[in-house]
T-cell receptor
Framework: GQQLNQSPQSMFIQEGEDVSMNCTSSSIFNTWLWYKQDPGEGPVLLIALYKAGELTSNGRLTAQFGITRKDSFLNISASIPSDVGIYFCAGQANAGGTSYGKLTFGQGTILTVHP | EPEVTQTPSHQVTQMGQEVILRCVPI?????FYWYRQILGQKVEFLVSFYNNEISEKSEIFDDQFSVERPDGSNFTLKIRSTKLEDSAMYFC???????????????FGAGTRLSVL
């Protein structure tokens, strides 16, 4: 099946630092999504990417959809304590193929921000 | 802001018992999903549902699992005879469209923690 490799697995940073995480896949996705999960909660969508090469920002967050459609990165600038959580990438294949909108998730990046 | 709601937040059951996890998707959404997350692991797709039938299911979704939309608002996941390895967080999600050119954003509920003893 489709697999997403997300790295790094965890990050420990100081408040104010920038963060970068990425996902790669052996297969093509038509949509890349980045979610954040707080403890005991469901994933919350941060950024959605729909076109290869697309660069999208949401406040201090920036994400890019790789040209090959097999990778994506997420950057967080000037981190703050509330950025703590688990960040997941998720890919979605075309509904015309074998997938019908299902999301394939990466393993997650655990972010810890020290004040 | 509309949201996906799930009940109960925590369900404890004995191995072999049947459980039903409930979800109320966002009201104008048409596509519904169940995912699960074993503690410390990634979120895994179980099943998608559209127009009162299963659109796709994963290999995890075996004969012990079933889904139903019993009325216009609820979407349920039933596990007939729970096993220890079914212990996980179960997330319901809904969206208004699927992929393939149309923008599909899946909104997730807060999840139900299932503990099988």
């Amino acid at each position: 099946g489709q697999q997403l490799n997300q790295s790094p697995q965890s990050m420990f940073i100081q408040e104010g630092e920038d963060v970068s995480m990425n996902c790669t896949s052996s297969s093509i996705f038509n949509t890349w999504l980045w979610y954040k999960q707080d403890p005991g909660e469901g994933p919350v969508l941060l950024i959605a990417l729909y076109k290869a090469g697309e660069l999208t920002s949401n406040g201090r967050l920036t994400a890019q959809f790789g040209i090959t459609r097999k990778d994506s990165f997420l950057n967080i600038s000037a981190s703050i304590p509330s950025d703590v959580g688990i960040y997941f990438c998720a890919g979605q294949a075309n509904a015309g193929g074998t997938s019908y909108g299902k999301l394939t998730f990466g393993q997650g990046t655990i972010l810890t921000v020290h004040p | 802001e509309p949201e996906v709601t799930q009940t109960p937040s925590h369900q404890v059951t004995q191995m072999g018992q049947e459980v039903i996890l409930r979800c109320v998707p966002i009201s104008n959404h048409l596509y519904f999903y169940w995912y699960r997350q074993i503690l410390g692991q990634k979120v895994e797709f179980l099943v998608s549902f559209y127009n009162n039938e299963i659109s796709e299911k994963s290999e995890i979704f075996d004969d012990q699992f079933s889904v139903e939309r019993p009325d216009g608002s609820n979407f349920t996941l039933k596990i007939r005879s729970t096993k220890l390895e079914d212990s996980a967080m179960y997330f319901c999600a809904s969206s208004s469209r699927v992929a393939g050119g149309a923008k599909n954003i899946q909104y997730f509920g807060a999840g139900t923690r299932l503990s099988v003893l």
